[in-house]
Nanobody, 121 residues
């Protein structure tokens, strides 16, 4: 089975930085694209950033230039480096990964449990 374990959520002041990590574990054939989403209370979950297995990255306009997504394929881990944080970045951040459990199955999406990021003075 597969699970995603997130870490790094914290309280940080505006303008500060924070790094999130999410590691996939279990019976894994391959980890394809990995991504970060976030959801503030009472809002829809929104996409933040994606990184492919070949390290191609894309970002939501709201975080472009401030956030950096990266991955360590040997560790099946995705990271999100967040710089110049703003109060509007406050949300629960979720990682998502497209994972194949065998060579005969397509990738299925998996979600982490979420980690709280609060940007406040």
């Amino acid at each position: 089975q597969v699970q995603l374990v997130e870490s790094g959520g914290d309280l940080v002041q505006p303008g500060g930085s924070l790094s999130l990590s999410c590691a996939a574990s279990g019976r894994i054939y391959s980890v394809d694209r990995m991504a970060w989403y976030r959801q503030a209370p009472g809002t829809q979950r929104e996409w933040v950033a994606t990184i492919t297995s070949s390290d191609y990255t894309s970002y939501a306009d709201s975080v472009k230039g401030r956030f950096t997504i990266s991955r360590d394929n040997a560790k099946n881990t995705v990271y999100l480096r967040m710089n110049n944080l703003k109060p509007e970045d406050t949300a629960v951040y979720y990682c998502n990964a497209l994972i194949r459990q065998s060579m005969r199955t397509g990738g299925d999406g998996y979600w982490g449990q979420g980690t709280q990021v609060t940007v406040s003075s």
